[in-house]
T-cell receptor
Framework: NAGVMQNPRHLVRRRGQEARLRCSPM?????VYWYRQLPEEGLKFMVY????????ESGMPKERFSAEFPKEGPSILRIQQVVRGDSAAYFC????????????FGPGTRLTVL | SQQGEEDPQALSIQEGENATMNCSYK?????LQWYRQNSGRGLVHLIL?????REKHSGRLRVTLDTSKKSSSLLITASRAADTASYFC??????????????FGKGTHLIIQP
């Protein structure tokens, strides 16, 4: 049973470019969560999605960031017009249910903005 | 906003000794989880303790939860060099069916010296 998969593992972008981060949840999991970890800090919740629905995006920056979890395919975290402050590790987690959830994490995508 | 905070920030002990890390939080929770992060890797889920549980064991790990003090402890017995990592507590807030994102602290960096 494969775990949560994220790709790419490392992504380098220049300021102003777009970054697309992908997350495939564990088999049988329909709940996906995105977290951001800035250097020397803990993880911060960004967004919680179920298939085709955004349940909670209270942690998402108001501009440039968007997320989707289509009926088919992985969840995508999209960052438009990246800035240096977007450099961070982005972790995706999945759970089988949305209540009393036990979240399983992917290895993360490390985004570097030059 | 609620945040789990680990204590101490860093801990260095000799191999074979026991390591204890503490976590405090601010609001009521559904459960509390402990994660390990090896350098440059993603998070690994260690153990989940529900709000109605007081103690839980998993191998060399022992977790306690005191909801009256809003605190938890993680004990690693008979430490090994491979236990060197950062350990994070994460709380799943009791938000009345709202957001299901976990809130992480900044972590305790544990170093096991041979």
């Amino acid at each position: 049973n494969a775990g949560v998969m994220q790709n790419p593992r490392h992504l380098v972008r220049r300021r102003g470019q777009e970054a697309r981060l992908r997350c495939s949840p564990m088999k049988g999991h329909s709940h996906v969560y995105w977290y951001r970890q800035l250097p020397e800090e803990g993880l911060k919740f960004m967004v919680y999605l179920q298939k085709e629905n955004i349940i909670d995006e209270s942690g998402m920056p108001k501009e440039r960031f968007s997320a989707e979890f289509p009926k088919e395919g992985p969840s995508i975290l999209r960052i438009q017009q990246v800035v240096r402050g977007d450099s961070a590790a982005y972790f995706c987690a999945s759970s089988e249910t949305g209540y009393y959830n036990e979240q399983f994490f992917g290895p993360g995508t490390r985004l570097t903005v030059l | 906003s609620q945040q789990g905070e680990e204590d101490p920030q860093a801990l260095s002990i000799q191999e074979g000794e026991n390591a204890t890390m503490n976590c405090s939080y601010k609001t009521s929770i559904n459960n509390l989880q402990w994660y390990r992060q090896n350098s440059g890797r993603g998070l690994v889920h260690l153990i989940l303790i529900r709000s109605n549980e007081r103690e839980k064991h998993s191998g060399r790990l022992r977790v306690t939860l005191d909801t009256s003090k809003k605190s938890s402890s993680l004990l690693i017995t008979a430490s090994r060099a491979a236990d060197t990592a950062s350990y994070f507590c994460a709380t799943d807030p009791d938000s009345g069916g709202g957001a299901d994102g976990l809130t992480f602290g900044k972590g305790t960096h544990l170093i096991i010296q041979p």
